[in-house]
């Protein structure tokens, strides 16, 4: 495993490089984006870095993992500057809150959507910073980006279980979205005592226990009368994603349906590091591209989660997936985001989002104490 200072060293460049993306707390900057732009568009804008691009988005995906990451810094630290940054973002996220109390999506091809993993990211970064100062504003956007999440974007029932809704718009069952909002509830109720909080928990739980594959793998659209299923999809990057958020919730809240899901995304987890430490794309067949810098950050922080809950044998995966990550960084600190693609494309571009998830999962070995600290707030 790299050592705690080599981690440190790098998630500590990357941030000094992401300060050049952050402004009036708004960690800002272009995005992959979806559809046109993330298949062929962002390859032509990679090439042609020098021209000034006009597509500078802010996420609250990104704020969330920048905050949380700044929280972890402070607290490695005990740098002032880390909390201060943190707080900033956190006053900015709260100014972007709608007065439904949801937040704008912000890529112009789905400006019309509300998305929950919006919310729910948007409603992270107040609970972060609550947790750490208890400023009531903080605590109500929080409860308001709920209120919305639950009596506005609202459910879909499955044979069992409950998935929530990923739009305002109906589509299939996605189970990425239920897995975060099954954390943020639970937060939630730890941050208030409330227990009207853990109202749609159990159904949540249901859901995810009954659709995961026996593969282990949860699928990434389960079908409905809105959309077809999808079992496969960059499945080890979202099932990276969704084991830490499994797990982060069940510290929070023990339950034997996530324990369940836990062990046994673990074993299809294992089977995601390529020979190089890179995490496979697509899980129907492993090739060797495209390779994506964040996925296996991610990939490397569930691994070792897995490894200290004693769902895999050893922390060599993600000892892999670390050392991969930390040969890919650039002089100035950053990642591109992708080589490999349809063989021989690359896209150089620095996108803050996925640096922000990149600096979390850095950090997360050696600063999360097995769950984040931010994860526990």
């Known amino acids: 495993m790299p050592t705690r200072k080599e981690l440190l060293d790098a998630a500590a460049r990357l941030h000094e490089h992401l300060l050049g993306h952050f402004d009036r707390g708004r960690l800002h900057g272009p995005d992959p984006g979806v559809r046109f732009n993330l298949r062929v568009w962002r390859f032509l804008k990679s090439f042609l870095g020098f021209i000034p691009w006009k597509d500078d988005y802010v996420f609250m995906q990104a704020q969330g993992y920048w905050v949380l990451a700044n929280w972890m810094l402070h607290g490695a630290t005990d740098e002032r500057r880390y909390r201060e940054i943190a707080i900033e973002t956190t006053e900015a996220t709260l100014k972007f809150q709608t007065a439904e109390g949801f937040w704008a999506y912000p890529l112009p091809e789905r400006r019309h959507l509300i998305a929950a993993l919006e919310s729910v990211w948007g409603g992270t970064v107040l ?11 903080f605590l109500s956007g929080a409860i308001r980006a709920y209120d919305f999440l639950v009596d506005r974007l609202g459910f879909q029932n499955h044979t069992r279980g409950k998935a929530i809704n990923y739009f ?15 954390w943020y509830f639970i937060r939630l109720h730890k941050a208030t005592g409330d227990h009207r909080y853990l109202e749609h928990v159990d159904g949540l739980l249901d859901f995810l226990a009954t659709v995961q594959l026996s593969s282990g793998e949860l699928p990434y659209v389960v079908g409905s009368p809105y959309e077809k299923a999808r079992a496969h999809y960059l499945c080890y990057q979202y099932n990276a994603f969704q084991f830490l958020q499994v797990a982060w919730a069940a510290a929070l809240q023990p339950d034997q349906r996530a324990r369940s899901i836990l062990t046994q995304l673990a074993r299809f987890l294992e089977k995601g590091v390529r020979p190089t430490g890179a995490c496979a794309v697509d899980c129907i067949e492993i090739r060797g591209v495209p390779e994506v810098d964040y996925y296996t950050a991610a990939l490397g922080a569930a691994l070792w989660e897995a490894a200290r809950l004693g769902l895999v044998e050893s922390t060599e995966p993600s000892e892999q997936c670390y050392a991969r990550v930390l040969a890919r960084q650039r002089p100035d600190g950053s990642f591109g985001f992708s080589m490999g693609d349809y063989g021989l494309l690359r896209d150089r571009r620095s ?3 996925a640096q922000a998830m990149t600096l979390f999962h850095l950090l997360y070995p050696y600063c999360g104490n097995g769950f984040s600290n931010a994860a526990e707030s």
Do not use: M, W
Request: proline share 10%; hydrophobic share 30%.
């Open 127 to 137: 609970l972060a910073s609550y947790g750490r100062e208890a400023r009531r504003e």
């Open 351 to 353: 996108y803050p989002r």
């Open 168 to 182: 305002d718009q109906p589509r299939g069952k996605v189970p990425n979205n239920s897995v975060a909002a099954l």
